[in-house]
């Protein structure tokens, strides 16, 4: 599987993005996409997933101005942002994993995922 983030870019502070994350190879269907992000001089960290059913996972301090989707038809998932602020300011990175649906621990862990695109740059200005 490959993935492939777009729709970085430059926003002001209070602006909104939309990310997304193509998926080719195969269909994820069964698999958890995921978002993660790494700001200069910081760890990667999870920001948000999303199963192929369509259920979703935010990390807390995101929760109300990311929304995460999918579209099983296109094998594509999404990352909404608003109200964006500067420290939001990172690379993003999805991320699928097949994971069964009782298993909601490794949605959060970026070690148990193996398919990664190559990130998208989003900067937030003051």
């Known amino acids: 599987v490959q993935l492939q983030a777009s729709g970085g870019g430059l926003v002001q502070a209070g602006g909104s993005l939309r990310l997304s994350c193509a998926a080719s190879?195969?269909?994820?269907?069964?698999?958890?996409m995921a978002w993660f992000r790494q700001a200069p001089g910081k760890e990667r960290e999870f920001v948000a997933a999303?199963?192929?059913?369509?259920?979703?996972y935010y990390t807390d301090s995101l929760k109300g101005r990311f929304t995460v989707s999918i579209d099983n038809a296109k094998n594509m998932g999404y990352l909404r942002m608003t109200s964006l602020k500067p420290e939001d300011t990172a690379v993003y990175y999805c991320a699928a994993v097949n994971v069964k649906p009782r298993d909601i621990i490794s949605v959060y862990r970026e070690d148990r995922y193996n398919y990664w695109g190559q990130g998208t740059q989003v900067t937030v200005s003051s």
């Open positions: 999303i199963r192929w059913s369509g259920v979703p």
């Open positions: 190879g195969r269909t994820l269907s069964g698999n958890v």
